[in-house]
């Protein structure tokens, strides 16, 4: 059987159309779908409704979208792929995606599965890496060599691929299910901890345990990590998920004098006061005891210095994880969802903590963490046994695509084999 290697606008009508270009301004509460990089998952599959926005422009031919249509995002999550089925309502795409529109003789859900491969991907990679530009540009995606069999061997590599990879999708789906099903269960219990310590010892706010209250510095920052020597300023995600993630900092230029009064030092208490989702704001996180890195405190992040007389930071941050707290700062938050979301202090200052007395708040920590490591461990093991899903199905993929795999005659590969169900 022979393949043809052709560049992918030899397999499609034309070499990429850029999306509309709209401000957030322009968004209005019905019309078309504008679907955006953000709304296309890990999967190359359409986010729900729930995140969507809408524009109500008349559309341009080159802007509307069809069973078939193939998109790639150009910046950001440069070399997301999503191929368009039955849309629920009309859409269109935005201007960080470029739409390729497959010619007849090419298979639609083929050419995905390649944008999905590990070459394609691979080929994207290395021409970003070369190029200063921040973005991969239609041009760039349509000069990519494809190597394509005869349209009947796409389409059985494509049926196979649906198959196969829906039964990754499935397990991948239940393991997310069982990840958020553990947050939930930690936060029920130390929900019902706090509920339980309030009414035996009342509540406290903030305001009367706490010494200060500041959010840092954010200058203008290096688009990389910090080296030995070198002074680093912490993202507004470094304390996404309740754990203070080093990972996430700029290193601040050469030659920028770092503003010392925002050092981080071991046993701060971070909170996030804002992020374009309302669930992430809040977030608490605490410096670990063996930290020693020059990293400075960011604008977006709050440190709480508690009067540890009163209240130790472990103890606070447990209670702020709280649905009871998470329930106020929502209620707090100033912004609308998706755009400029911030806590203001004056909502923080006021969250109620139980009035534990000093000498039992380590004993208390102490129960919490034996429970928090064992969801921990269990995420853990969820999370890597997700990282071999998405390996497995990228490899099946470019197996198939590549004519690595006789899908006429491969039998049905075991997808949970190494994954217990």
């Known amino acids: 059987m022979k393949w043809a290697k052709k560049r992918l606008k030899h397999l499609c009508v034309d070499a990429g159309q850029y999306g509309i270009n709209v401000s957030a301004q322009d968004y209005t509460p019905s019309g078309h779908r504008l679907i955006r990089t953000s709304d296309i998952n890990e999967l190359g599959q359409l986010r729900s409704r729930e995140s969507a926005v809408y524009i109500d422009k008349h559309l341009n031919v080159r802007h509307t979208l069809q069973v078939g249509d193939l998109l790639l995002s150009r910046s950001g999550t440069i070399g997301r792929s999503m191929l368009l089925g039955e849309l629920e309502e009309s859409s269109t795409y935005a201007g960080y995606l470029v739409r390729f529109r497959p010619r007849p003789g090419t298979e639609p859900r083929f050419l995905a599965y390649v944008a999905a491969s590990s070459g394609f991907q691979a080929n994207i990679e290395s021409d970003a890496v070369s190029s200063t530009i921040q973005n991969f540009n239609a041009e760039r995606y349509a000069n990519i060599a494809v190597n394509l069999p005869p349209f009947e061997e796409q389409h059985r590599i494509a049926d196979f691929l649906d198959v196969e ?166 209620l707090g938050i100033s912004g609308a969802d998706g755009m400029a979301n911030n806590l203001p202090t004056a909502t923080v200052v006021k969250l109620p903590l139980p009035d534990v007395p000093l000498f039992q708040q380590s004993h208390i920590v102490d129960d919490l963490s034996v429970v928090q490591n064992a969801v921990r461990n269990s995420k853990n093991t969820l999370a890597l046994q997700l990282e071999l899903l998405t390996e497995r199905r990228q490899a099946l993929i470019t197996a198939a695509v590549t004519g690595q795999i006789d899908v006429t005659t491969a039998r049905s590969l075991s997808t949970s084999e190494g994954v217990a169900v």
């Open 165 to 330: 990879t829906s039964r990754i999708d499935t397990l991948t789906k239940l393991r997310n299910r069982q990840l958020n099903g553990l947050d939930a269960h930690l936060q029920s219990h130390l929900s019902q901890v706090a509920k339980d310590l309030s009414k035996r010892y009342g509540d406290v706010r903030v305001r009367h345990v706490l010494q200060k209250i500041e959010q840092g510095w954010s200058p203008q920052c290096e688009d990389r990590p910090a080296v030995e020597g070198e002074w680093g300023v912490v993202k507004a995600g470094c304390v996404n998920g309740g754990i203070f993630d080093v990972t996430q900092h700029k290193a601040l230029p050469v030659g920028v004098e770092p503003e010392i009064r925002y050092r981080l030092h071991p046993g701060d208490l971070l909170m996030s006061r804002a992020s374009g989702s309302v669930d992430l704001i809040g977030s608490i996180g605490i410096i670990p005891e063996d930290f020693s890195s020059r990293m400075l405190l960011c604008d977006k992040i709050y440190r709480l210095r508690m009067d540890r007389t009163r209240m130790t930071p472990h103890f606070v941050a447990l209670m702020l994880r709280t649905h009871q707290a998470r329930e106020k700062i929502k």
